[in-house]
Each structure stands twice: as structure tokens, then as C-alpha cells.
């Protein structure tokens, strides 16, 4: 490297100080409903003021290639992750890229699309939290953790539905890849700042349409709001417990159940919403499940993602 | 961005010591020999130790999106000139990247290629250096600079040969080209190092088969072998002129005339190669001209070359 290029860089002609927007990672496993999370968030931000990135179009090998390979997708051999992380430091810089372009209805490398960071970059996929350099470009990372036998169900309804899959496909397809989610995907979980799990609330019979309930981890990792006077007085259908992550270290924990009733749901909502400033209602697409319908855990984990994207823009 | 990442990039977590390869850009129009003169350096230093690049794979538009434009593929704006000096500054200090890959053939941009830096970075093509920060990634800067004339009839020859144009639809597209030529590629000569003209000596009729003459303009931008010595009883056939830019600075110019004795020129080569310690022959690749033969003027053209990217490294 010449040293023109080094006095350019010590003197800031290169690099100049560009706005660096604010940085998520929505992390998690095929069907973990990372698309459904992006979307209301993109949605209620406005699309003008975000980017959103799908880190799974860093594949390494098309399909015909990876048919010859003894290792699947999730592999993070299978995956450009060292220009992954090169990407995510660019971004978070406020730089653009020149991002590949995976088309999984082809299965082929196509022509790569030219990327800016707008205030909001929103990176989603399978493996963003892989390496301690990509998670350190996110303020806020967020791991999805639904049980696996929710994930499976999502993954077979989708898959058959949207990608021309026979459900046998989809089950065997999930099972050649449990062992790359057991060793690369949920080790992610560690380096999140917010775990979220959708589930059925266990020992309960509720009705039908109920939707599922939200647990999300607080980590201390990040500053969180206040909800404990919120919290006060919406019963046992929402609740922060205090308690120990996995790895035996404090953590809050926040319940929103399924059956929680929507006036208690809709406090909580607008408590965050007019915490960041929102006059108007909260935002309707919050929570939306597309053709599923609606869910108030979704929505309030939702809004407090968006709390932490209008806070770290601060 | 994050605290994290800051403090990665403060204590080297990120962006470690790399080994950082000697840059060499090589600029000029189409057809005006950065191919040729590339590909001896390229065998002679091995091609375990070059990464050859090429900056038209840059393309921001395909063929069929280009045919509706104003302008050409030579302007700026055709062209992601900030990808490229984002990626040339990534490889100046030693990091791979995902390069995207334009096929001249099919006139389509296609699935990117993953470089990495090796000990010599080569980079050819029609705008590295268009911008100053493109140009200050580069330890030598070189740019061909051959008469109008010749690089019209190079490109004639090429493209009706080997690209299945006709005599008139490659003039009719240099015609096309020339507006944009004059405004974006020919003021890349005041950015380099060595301006390099191949042409026949004025009022003199030499033989055909005669190569071309070749006259260095050597800038003091770099340090250049001290060639007074060796020049030294050359006769007139090889000589060093000190003389002035176009722009009125000093400037050494050396000629290699095409009539040159081969025990001259062998000298001044077995000189210049010695000097980087080369023990063994100069490599016959040097002054290779393909189908058209050998040229001793390129040959030294190249060996000046190696003297640059071999003390570079040094």
C-alpha cells in the first residue's frame, strides 16, 4: 500500500464522516419468523428510511455446486462470511456495498445489487451474529428462538405454500440440517441483546386463534425501558420477572401471553409508542401475521425494537 | 455504528496487521495494450504471486440497460466508481473481496468473484484512476498512452478478430466513444507515474516488421533506476532526455527506438533485470507480443515495471 493512500486516510479525505445509521440483527434459524419481524418494522419506520439486508444471499456456492458438498447452507463455509463482516463494517459506517445476490428460487448467484445504509439497516438471516466482528457492527441484536416444533410447523407450511415442497421434503430437509443449527445457528443466541420466543404458554388449553405468547429475554447488554410501572396493574397476562439466562447470569424477563386482553395489550403499546414520541396511534401493521391474522406479542415486540432503533438514533 | 465496533477497529480486533501487496494500476483506453503489457508481467513474476484485476467488470448498467442511455461505458457514471475504490482500497491494505464480474461476451453482469490480494496487485482498465482516492491505492501508476491512429486500428484489429465486429461498426463506435475518451480517460495521464507511448519514429521509414518505438515519460512522482550509466553507448537508438511535461514540469523521457541493435537493448534488459537481482535470463516472456510477434521497447517497458513492483515489495 502506497502512502498516499495512508495520508489520505490520516488526514480523513478518504473516509470522510458519513451519517452511520443505526444497526439490527434479526438472527435465528430457517422460518423462525425473521420476516415477519423485519416487515412491520420496516413498515411502521418507513421504507425511505430503512434498508433491509438478507445476509443469506452471502452463499459461497450456488445450488448445483452445494449438491456435491458435504455440508448444507447454514455452514458457514457454505457462505462468504469474512466479506459478510466486511459488508456489515461498511454499513455501519455508513458505507455502501455491492451486496451478492442469491436467487432461492433458482438456487443460482446472480448479478449484486448496489446497497446504501439509510438511518435504519436492518440485517436479517441466518448467520449475522456468526462471528464476534459482524455482531460487534449491530446496537441492537435480536435472536429468534421459537420451540422447534413451531419452527418445523412454520418451516413445512411455507415451504410447501411458497417454495413447491412436498412436506416430506421439508422434514427431511430439516433433519439433514439439525446438526449445521445445533453447531452455527443457536450458539447465536449468546451474542443476542434480546432473545425472543413465541409459544404456546404451557399448561394452558386456550382456545383455537389464540395467538402464541411472547417471552422475551432483556439482556443487560443494551439499556431497555422501563416497564415496570407500565407493567403495574395488567395482571398475570403480562409480566417482567426478574431471573438467570441459560447461562446462569441476570436477566429480565418479559411475558406478553396470547390471551392477554387486547385493552391490557393496547396500554402497554401505546405506554412505549408515546415513549418515543408517537402522537399518532401506534402503528396498525405492528403485529401483523399476513394471511394468520394479527398478534399483540408480536406487535409490542415490535415497538420495543423500534424503541431501541429511535433511541440509538438519538 | 456501535461502541463495539469502534473499539474493535482501536485495538486491531478488527482489521489485523495484514500483509499489504504492491498495487500497480495500469490505465488507458480501450485497446491501447493494458492487456499485453499486463500479461508479461504477470508470467514473469509468477501468477502465484499477481492478482490481476479488471476495472470495466464495474459496470453499473448491463448492454441492453446501456442502450437506452446517453452515455457510454467509458463515463463515470456507467460505472460504480465508489464500489471500485472501495474495493481498491481493500485490497491496497490486504483484504479479499467480492468482485463483480461483467461478461463482455454476453454484455451481462454475473455472479461476483472473490479475489484475494496476493504480493502484487495488477489492476487494469479504463478508469482506475478517474478519482484521487482510486489513485492514491496504487505504489506505481502507469497509463498507455499510444497515437489515436494506432489504437484505432489495435481496436479495429481486436474487435473484428476476436470480439465478431465489423471494420465499420467498431470506427463507428470509437466515433461514439471519442467525446467521453477526451472528458474521462486521457486526463488519467496526468495522474501517473509513467506515461508510456508506443509508436513509430517520425520521419523515418523503417522496415515493416519493425516494432513500435516505445517513449517513457518517467515523472519524479516515484523514484526511477538510475539509468544514465547503463544508457551509456547505447548510440542513438535508446537514450534519456530530460525534458518537460505537458504541463511544463521536468519530466525524464527515455526512447527505445523499434530499430534498436538487439545487443542494445539486451544490455539495457540484462542491465535493469540484474539490478533486481535477477541471476538467471530475462524472462522471454517480456516484450511478447502474441501472434505479433516480440518487441524489445516493451520488453524493457515491462522490465521497468518489475524494477518498480520488486522494490516496492522490498
Known amino acids: 500500500m502506497p502512502d498516499k493512500l495512508l495520508r489520505m486516510h490520516r488526514t480523513g479525505q478518504g473516509k470522510g464522516a458519513r451519517d452511520r445509521p443505526v444497526m439490527l440483527a434479526i438472527a435465528g434459524d430457517s422460518a423462525s419468523g425473521k420476516t415477519t419481524v423485519t416487515a412491520g418494522l420496516v413498515k411502521a419506520l418507513g421504507a425511505e428510511r430503512c434498508t433491509a439486508v438478507c445476509v443469506d444471499d452471502y452463499h459461497r456456492y450456488d445450488r448445483s455446486e452445494r449438491a456435491s458438498l458435504p455440508f448444507t447452507a447454514l455452514h458457514p463455509d457454505c457462505n462468504h462470511v469474512d466479506i459478510m463482516e466486511q459488508h456489515l463494517q461498511l454499513l455501519a459506517t455508513g458505507h455502501p456495498v455491492l ?5 432461492h428460487h433458482a438456487g443460482v448467484l446472480t448479478r449484486p445489487q448496489y446497497v446504501e445504509p439509510r438511518q435504519f439497516v436492518i440485517v436479517e438471516g441466518l448467520l449475522p451474529l456468526h462471528t464476534k466482528l459482524a455482531a460487534a457492527c449491530f446496537d441492537v441484536a435480536v435472536y429468534l428462538n421459537p420451540p422447534e416444533a413451531i419452527r418445523r410447523a412454520w418451516k413445512v407450511k411455507r415451504d410447501t405454500a411458497h417454495r413447491g415442497y412436498t412436506q416430506e421434503q421439508v422434514r427431511a430437509e430439516l433433519d439433514r440440517r439439525e446438526p449445521e443449527s445445533e453447531r452455527f445457528i443457536r450458539p447465536q443466541r449468546a451474542r443476542a441483546d434480546i432473545v425472543v420466543r413465541f409459544a404456546p404458554v404451557e399448561q394452558r388449553a386456550d382456545p383455537p386463534g389464540t395467538p402464541l405468547s411472547a417471552e422475551l429475554l432483556l439482556r443487560p447488554t443494551i439499556r431497555h425501558p422501563d416497564l415496570t410501572t407500565i407493567l403495574v396493574g395488567s395482571g398475570g397476562s ?24 387486547r385493552e391490557d395489550t393496547h396500554l402497554l403499546k401505546k ?44
Open 99 to 103: 451486496k451478492p445476490v442469491y436467487d
Open 238 to 261: 403480562m409480566h417482567l420477572k426478574l431471573t438467570r439466562d441459560s447461562d446462569g447470569r441476570p436477566v429480565d424477563s418479559l411475558h406478553i401471553h396470547g390471551y392477554a386482553p
Open 271 to 314: 405506554a412505549i409508542w408515546s415513549g418515543l414520541g408517537g402522537t399518532k396511534e401506534v402503528p396498525p401493521v405492528l403485529g401483523d401475521l399476513g394471511d394468520a391474522g394479527h398478534s399483540d406479542p408480536l406487535a409490542v415486540t415490535q415497538l420495543l425494537l423500534l424503541h431501541h432503533l429511535i433511541e440509538s438514533a438519538r
